[in-house]
């Protein structure tokens, strides 16, 4: 009878312990969907100043002595 009730006791608890450990998962994948949008908003800064300055940045040879 004893294991029984600790075999409930066990089983009883097991959800609670599963809920625990989803909840402690969650702010470690909460704090990479921040930095994988972070990083989304500053490629996209980078990608939006370059076009903005694509002629004042062009590949060549360009001297530097008349």
Same mark, same amino acid.
Do not use: C, D
């Given at each position: ?7 409930? *006791?066990?089983? $009883?608890?097991?959800?609670? !312990?599963?809920?625990? *450990?989803? *909840? ?5 994948? !909460?704090?990479?969907?921040?930095? $994988? *949008?972070? $990083? ?5 800064? &980078?990608?939006? !100043?370059? @076009?903005? @300055?694509? @002629?004042?940045? &062009?590949?060549?040879? &360009?001297?530097?002595?008349?």
């Amino acid at each position: 009878m004893r294991k029984f009730a600790v075999y409930l *006791s066990i089983l $009883l608890l097991t959800p609670v !312990f599963i809920v625990l *450990s989803g *909840s402690f998962a969650a702010f470690p994948l !909460f704090l990479v969907w921040m930095q $994988l *949008s972070r $990083l989304v908003v500053l490629m996209g800064a &980078e990608i939006y !100043f370059a @076009n903005q @300055n694509v @002629n004042r940045y &062009e590949f060549g040879y &360009e001297p530097t002595h008349k």
